[in-house]
């Protein structure tokens, strides 16, 4: 089957979308289908599947940055596109942001499924552009959220209903990492993987982090990510912050490798997250994980049996949930066992065989 996936964000920026939709089209070419992504781009992209369709704009929204691209010459070169590829699918990602997805969506007569990724507990701008929105929702033939907490998101907006298909993890890829990344502390690590965005708590982090540092010397917060948070290592004691590992932005490719070394994962996002790639990339790695009880991270980890969630914004509760594992060594064994086997659920054997029976039910309706 031809099918064609557009990805509203900038390709060479990091984010969970672009990571599935990469995965995603690469998982269904190894099937056999035909496959390329439309995708906008700061820089040269050399991924023979990928068509870039123009530069991204940094747009502010719900407390992150949103690289997409909406012009005339993206339009033009989304149209000609599906002239010559005839994609028997779109499958658009988050095509209500206003990017390639959409214009994918408006420019294509062949059926469409769309994914939706994103969650907030409420969105203004999303009532507010409701009824432009829902004529983008009449041209998609069947829709798809990576969560249930996704799902209550764009109902409102989206007739005929939301299926419910999780998004896909490389779970071998993170389960036989090779070696431990080098450069890292001696002594126990405590990881941090994500962008430093105010929804993602990593002033939350620090604060737990500097109280567990008094407690145990040979503790260290490696992160691996970088934002507009990435100060807030200022309000450590200098003897704390000499143990914090700052590496900037590590691509997806290489995290295996920085999990292998870790003792916990920790991610106390504050809200707004649909799902957690993150946390399944720690399960399948074997990692314990310590993150936010959020309706997104309650679909992937399960309080006590694959991982411990806490309240958001509770830094001493944070804390406490990852004193537990470098305390307990027969929970943290028995989190890292569990962990693996729920990672494998998210797997893309898994997921790819129900979205291509969604593609066919699609495409047969048409035909």
């Known amino acids: 089957m031809r099918v064609l996936l557009s990805c509203p964000y900038a390709w060479d920026a990091p984010g969970g979308v672009q990571v599935h939709v990469r995965e995603l089209a690469s998982r269904l070419a190894a099937r056999g289908h035909e496959t390329i992504v439309l995708a906008p781009a700061?820089?040269?992209?050399?991924?023979?599947?990928?068509?870039?369709?123009?530069?991204?704009v940094r747009i502010p929204y719900g407390g992150k940055v949103a690289p997409i691209c909406f012009s005339r010459a993206s339009w033009r070169r989304i149209r000609r596109t599906l002239e010559v590829f005839e994609p028997e699918v779109v499958h658009a990602h988050e095509p209500f942001s206003p990017s390639t997805s959409m214009m994918s969506v408006l420019a294509t007569d062949a059926p469409v499924v769309a994914t939706f990724h994103a969650y907030h507990d409420r969105s203004r701008l999303l009532e507010a552009a409701a009824p432009l929105l829902r004529s983008v929702a009449r041209r998609i033939d069947a829709a798809v959220a990576v969560s249930r907490a996704a799902g209550r998101f764009v109902a409102p907006v989206v007739a005929g209903g939301v299926e419910i298909v999780p998004n896909g993890v490389d779970v071998e890829r993170f389960a036989q990492p090779g070696p431990p990344a080098a450069g890292l502390p001696d002594g126990r690590i405590l990881l941090w993987v994500g962008r430093l965005d105010p929804q993602k708590g990593f002033p939350i982090m620090v604060r737990a982090f500097g109280r567990l540092a008094t407690e145990y010397p040979d503790l260290s917060l490696v992160v691996a990510g970088d934002g507009r948070d990435r100060h807030a290592t200022d309000m450590l004691t200098e003897d704390a912050r000499a143990r914090v590992l700052m590496l900037g932005s590590v691509p997806n490719v290489e995290l295996p490798a920085y999990l292998a070394a870790a003792d916990v994962f920790a991610s106390p996002a504050t809200g707004h997250e649909s799902f957690g790639i993150v946390l399944v990339e720690a399960l399948a790695a074997g990692v314990p994980v310590v993150a936010t009880d959020i309706p997104g991270y309650r679909e992937v980890i399960r309080d006590g049996l694959d991982g411990l969630l806490v309240p958001p914004s509770d830094a001493a509760a944070l804390a406490s949930a990852i004193r537990r594992v470098l305390l307990e060594p027969d929970l943290a064994s028995a989190l890292?066992?569990?962990?693996?086997?729920?990672?494998?659920?998210?797997?893309?054997?898994?997921?790819?065989?129900?979205?291509?029976?969604?593609y066919e039910r699609v495409a047969g309706r048409h035909g």
């Open 336 to 358: 890292a066992h569990a962990g693996r086997a729920r990672a494998r659920e998210f797997s893309w054997e898994v997921v790819v065989p129900r979205i291509e029976a969604i």
């Open 42 to 56: 700061g820089e040269r992209v050399t991924d023979d599947l990928v068509r870039v369709v123009g530069r991204p």
